[in-house]
T-cell receptor, first 110, second 114 residues
Framework: GEDVEQSLFLSVREGDSSVINCTYTDSSSTYLYWYKQEPGAGLQLLTYIFSNMDMKQDQRLTVLLNKKDKHLSLRIADTQTGDSAIYFCAEYNAGNMLTFGGGTRLMVKP | DSGVTQTPKHLITATGQRVTLRCSPRSGDLSVYWYQQSLDQGLQFLIQYYNGEERAKGNILERFSAQQFPDLHSELNLSSLELGDSALYFC?????????????FGPGTRLTVT
């Protein structure tokens, strides 16, 4: 079955870059997404990448996809305290559904 | 604000009871998705409706059911509630149905079963 895995926790200093990693198992994934969840809030779509792309950049966010290794990463440049949240990667596959990872809690220290 | 609304925001009820959660999608979106977020299971897809019809089914228990009405709002019915049903229930909406499209999430309904 589908499985999406992320590390639980990442701590960085304000101004540094953050890299959040994700691995998935379903090779039929068509789109891969990154969502952000702040405390007490719903999920906010940050960005997504189509499976035939290697990289996508959107302002401070860079998504890298290694389809051979089924590895996805989200790089946040110049991380700010407002970036502190839980980040979820998710894959959309032929089963017509999103499968989410367990989330990575990003803590940004001033 | 994603444009997806969910009511109620919080719900506290007892085991064995039945509750209904409501979701209104963004204007123009035809698909509604329901997700459950709990500490032990993480975020799990439950069910999707597209323009009134069930489109995809995930890990939804038989005690749970959903529907989408002609005005496109959706309701998730949870019955014979158990303590383990305590969770955040999210609704999301998207324009499309079968193809991958961006899903926008509501703020969630926090259900506590005592």
């Amino acid at each position: 079955g589908e499985d999406v895995e992320q590390s639980l926790f990442l701590s960085v200093r304000e101004g540094d870059s953050s890299v959040i990693n994700c691995t998935y198992t379903d090779s039929s994934s068509t789109y891969l997404y990154w969502y952000k969840q702040e405390p007490g809030a719903g999920l906010q779509l940050l960005t997504y990448i189509f499976s035939n792309m290697d990289m996508k950049q959107d302002q401070r966010l860079t998504v890298l996809l290694n389809k051979k290794d089924k590895h996805l990463s989200l790089r946040i440049a110049d991380t700010q305290t407002g970036d502190s949240a839980i980040y979820f990667c998710a894959e959309y596959n032929a089963g017509n559904m999103l499968t989410f990872g367990g989330g990575t809690r990003l803590m940004v220290k001033p | 604000d994603s444009g997806v609304t969910q009511t109620p925001k919080h719900l506290i009820t007892a085991t064995g009871q039945r509750v209904t959660l409501r979701c209104s999608p963004r204007s123009g979106d035809l698909s509604v998705y329901w997700y459950q977020q709990s500490l032990d299971q993480g975020l799990q897809f439950l069910i999707q409706y597209y323009n009134g019809e069930e489109r995809a089914k995930g890990n939804i228990l038989e005690r749970f059911s959903a529907q989408q009405f002609p005005d496109l709002h959706s309701e998730l019915n949870l019955s014979s509630l158990e303590l383990g049903d305590s969770a955040l229930y999210f609704c999301a909406s998207s324009v499309g149905g079968r193809e991958a499209s961006e899903q926008y999430f509501g703020p969630g309904t926090r259900l506590t079963v005592t």
